[in-house]
């Protein structure tokens, strides 16, 4: 079984950007269409899940 | 270095447009950077702002709005009622139009407008200073010089982050909100704000019905995930929208969602050259949740700071530090009451909305106010719950 990772549902997240405000690790970056995940730098730590309006962000 | 210019502003929202209209039109070469090919998209606003908050700024412009307010509506948990007319309420606007609006004006100012261009970094000067910003065009970086870098990059700002100042704001500290934009809402008066407080159904926050003209609204809800218990605001929006449309349900237009950050003081104002605006800094407020008039403002006063330094400051960054305390000087005290506001609000029971709502109902229902100070809405409601006040008082403002 794979390592649990953060994902998007991008048909779902809305690019609020809240999730960015939240992360304190500089894992979750808006781009301009897109919010971008760099897992090199996430610690699953679950604050932008939280924080989420919709329920873009997981942990699966 | 491509290119050289005085200021360079980052994003396009109320506070960057009125920060590069400003220095645009004080003289300054000035660059406008927005990410997005479209000013005012996506949206993440419940778009209302009070008469104060616009004209204050910049001179209205009626092609900006959608709707005058001139009433206030609010509903308790068990149905007690207020409503009362103020003819000078405010306005609920277009966002997009809002924001083409101001960046129109600047651009015949004289500012220069990169849409669809991504700010990727800033430029490490002397140590003292950085000297400009990486910006992405599609897929061709270079670089822009400046002096001053005004942040207005929204609630996501990475820019302040770069500029060593770590925004990074706890989950307690904020609140998250989902609205639709709908067409043919039902008891849509289109003069009047509604707000609806119960704590099952908006926990933390409140619901709202904004109009927007022509049987338009946008319907939303905050909540404070930390008295929220896992429940999201888009699921609780659609409770919301069953509560108040009943089986009457008119279409939506447009999904929104969004974060309203609590207010953290000027802490997040200012780092060496880089001046930080509007929702990037944090400038809510802790109870509404309204930010454009403080965008407006913040943008404004922070490219009249750096029009002071690069016209007669001769350099010196001592000067850039009247900005955080020129507008805690013009908003720091509200918003700091509002803060401390705020902690009671998260205690309060649905008791105690229904017993706020009937007092305050006995009072203003069906008067005309011409002028609300909020601190004393604030002061009168509290009195009304003897059990507040003695909360209120082992707070620490």
């Known amino acids: ?60 | 270095m491509d290119r050289r210019f005085d200021i360079v502003v980052i994003g396009a929202g109320p506070a960057g447009c009125l920060a590069a209209l400003t220095a645009a039109r004080a003289g300054c070469r000035t660059l406008l950077v927005e990410k997005h090919k479209t000013i005012g998209e996506p949206l993440c606003c419940a778009e209302g702002i009070s008469f104060c908050g616009l004209n204050d700024n910049i001179p209205l412009d009626h092609s900006w709005i959608d709707a005058d307010v001139e009433r206030c509506y609010l509903r308790s948990p068990a149905g007690h009622e207020l409503q009362f007319d103020h003819p000078d309420a405010g306005f609920v606007l277009s966002r997009r139009r809002f924001e083409q609006g101001m960046a129109d004006l600047a651009v015949q100012a004289g500012c220069e407008l990169a849409t669809g261009t991504e700010t990727v970094g800033l430029l490490n000067g002397s140590g003292e200073r950085f000297h400009g910003v990486r910006l992405l065009d599609g897929q061709t970086t270079y670089d822009v010089g400046c002096q001053i870098i005004i942040a207005a990059d929204g609630i996501e700002s990475m820019v302040a982050r770069w500029a060593g100042i770590d925004t990074t704001l706890p989950v307690e500290h904020l609140d998250s909100a989902a609205q639709f934009l709908f067409d043919g809402v039902p008891d849509l008066d289109p003069t009047r704000m509604e707000f609806y407080f119960d704590t099952q159904l908006a926990p933390g926050g409140y619901a709202w019905v904004f109009p927007k003209g022509n049987g338009i609204a946008n319907v939303g809800i905050a909540v404070a995930p930390v008295v929220a218990q896992g429940r999201k605001a888009m699921p609780m929006l659609r409770e919301f929208m069953r509560f108040r449309f009943g089986q009457r349900s008119p279409k939506p237009l447009k999904r929104t969602v969004g974060g309203i950050p609590e207010f953290c003081g000027r802490k997040f104002m200012l780092s060496r050259n880089v001046m930080v605006t509007g929702d990037a800094a944090r400038l809510l407020d802790s109870i509404t949740g309204a930010g454009i008039a403080n965008a407006l403002s913040s943008g404004r006063i922070a490219a009249e700071t750096a029009v002071l330094y690069l016209q007669g400051g001769r350099g010196d960054l001592r000067v850039l530090k009247s900005y955080p305390e020129r507008w805690m000087a013009l908003r720091g005290r509200e918003m700091l009451y509002f803060l401390w506001a705020r902690q009671i609000f998260l205690r309060l029971t649905n008791a105690d909305f229904d017993a706020m709502v009937a007092a305050m109902a006995q009072v203003y229902n069906g008067q005309t106010l011409t002028a609300i100070d909020p601190i004393d809405v604030i002061k009168r409601a509290l009195r009304t719950r003897p059990s507040l006040l003695r909360l209120a008082r082992h707070l620490v403002w």
């Open chain 1, 1 to 60: 079984m794979p390592a649990a990772e953060l994902t998007l549902d991008v048909e779902v997240c809305s690019e609020c950007g809240l999730c960015v405000a939240v992360c304190g690790y500089d894992a979750l970056v808006l781009r301009p269409t897109i919010l971008e995940i760099i897992h090199s730098e996430c610690v699953l730590c679950d604050a932008c899940v939280v924080a989420c309006p919709t329920e873009a962000l997981r942990i699966e």
